[in-house]
């Protein structure tokens, strides 16, 4: 079975100011690792994921994620948010040895604040 | 801008109307799925179309009904809905299934309402 955890339901940032969202998950066969970004009323858009290779993945807008196979983590950052920014994002895994298909954590509420 | 188009955006619908939620991508994809998403809720998995035959139905009520008209074409077919199936209904698309590396693109979704 697989499970991910975002443990943080909301953050709250200053404008500006960098974020990190956590991301942790477990599963019993290797994963791939997704971030997708829901802006209010819309559907989700991938940021990044990690297929293999370099663990620090780059993004769009910005994000960055790395993947920590050791703490079974893959958290997000950016170093400087901006109000566009405030939206729900969800951290995903789908199995290695499986078909394609979505795991996903309950989701992390971004807010930037002026 | 998203690829995978959905409409219509909004739908209130009665619990004895019948309605369709229609999806169409053109990227080529051989995956279609539909999750189903309430307020402050991750997406959850309903069906899965691969190449244009059903794959997965997650234990969805015969209420809702998928079809795949063609390799671009998705439907959600909705008969005697009850007001909690009042959701955002999200249409997605994939190259394929066998490989789980593909990236899951969705659209913008369907607001349904049930009254």
């Known amino acids: 079975a697989q499970s991910v955890t975002q443990l943080d339901s909301q953050v709250p940032v200053f404008e500006e100011a960098p974020v990190e969202l956590r991301c942790n998950y477990s599963s019993s066969v290797s994963v791939y690792l997704f971030w997708y970004v829901q802006y209010p009323n819309q559907g989700l858009q991938l940021l990044l994921k990690y297929l293999s290779g370099s663990t620090l993945v780059k993004g769009i807008n910005g994000f960055e994620a790395e993947f920590n196979k050791s703490q079974t983590s893959f958290h997000l950052r950016k170093p400087s948010v901006h109000i566009s920014d405030t939206a729900e994002y969800f951290c995903a895994v789908s199995l290695r040895t499986g078909a394609n298909n979505l795991f996903f954590g309950t989701g992390t509420r971004l807010t930037v604040i002026p | 801008d998203t690829e995978v188009t959905q409409t219509p955006k909004h739908l209130v619908m009665g619990m004895t109307n019948k309605k369709s939620l229609k999806c169409e991508q053109h990227m080529g994809h051989r995956a279609m799925y539909w999750y189903k998403q309430k307020a402050k809720k991750p997406p959850e998995l309903m069906f899965v179309y691969s190449y244009e035959k059903l794959s997965i139905n997650e234990s969805v009520p015969s209420r809702f009904s998928p079809e795949c008209p063609n390799s671009s074409l998705l439907n959600l077919h909705l008969h005697a809905l009850q007001p909690e199936d009042s959701a955002l209904y999200l249409c997605?698309?994939?190259?394929?299934?066998?490989?789980?590396?593909?990236?899951?693109?969705f659209g913008e979704g369907s607001w349904l309402t049930v009254v």
């Open positions: 997605a698309s994939s190259q394929e299934r066998k490989y789980s590396g593909n990236t899951i693109y």
